[in-house]
């Protein structure tokens, strides 16, 4: 991938290196570890003394509940766990085009974030990646993706519609539970199985599209209109 396009503007604009912590990979990069900086708007560098950032590290900006907004540039491949966890004051995200790997609770109990954009190429949506995210009201679900981790959509109340992808073939266990607001979703024939409790609580899931043979787990429609039907 060529990442020249915005390597410039990344590198001017970039908030200041003091401000994170960071360890140079084996392969020469270098990952982002921790963020210690009191910046509102972070810009992270696309280089550190030369080498390219291709990775966020886990919790690097956990709790950094005073960030409102965080660029992330194109030379990034891998955000881990838990990265920006607790980040209670952004609203959106853009994740760039070359990042293949999002880990578990990556945006866990982001609660204003309404918006997040989730670049093809990534094949599973984590575990907790958008658990209590509150104000998440619709997000577009790339075709590269086979399966949505336990929990991903726990607590998205705000949340109203959803495509799933054709090669999707597994949603996890509790992944949309307590969307409230989520009134209708398809899924593809490719999906096999709907994990225990995947849409507790969906209060306004009046509507679902099942492929034939799919194994429906416990619980996966309890507290909604179709539980009656789905036991």
Known sequence: MDFSNNKNEALKNATPVEDFE?????????????YDGE?????????????????????AFADCTEITSITIPDTVTAIADGAFADCSSITSMHIPEGVTEIGDGVFDDCTLLASVNIPEGVTVIGGYTFEYCSSL???????????????????CSSLTSIN????????????FDGCTSLKEITLPEGVTEIGVGAFVNCKSLASISLPEGVKIGDNAFKGTPLEERYK
């Not at 708007?41 to 291709?54: H, L, M, Q």
């Open 39 to 59: 910046d509102e708007e972070i810009v992270i560098p696309a280089e550190i003394d030369g080498k390219r950032v291709t990775e966020i590290g886990k919790f």
């Open 137 to 155: 009201t619709s997000i577009t679900i790339p075709e590269s993706v086979t399966e949505i981790g336990e929990s991903a959509f726990y607590g």
């Open 164 to 175: 799933i992808p054709a090669g999707v073939t597994q949603i996890s266990a509790c992944a």
């Open 22 to 34: 960071w360890l140079v990979l084996t392969n020469g990069t270098v990952k982002i570890t921790y």
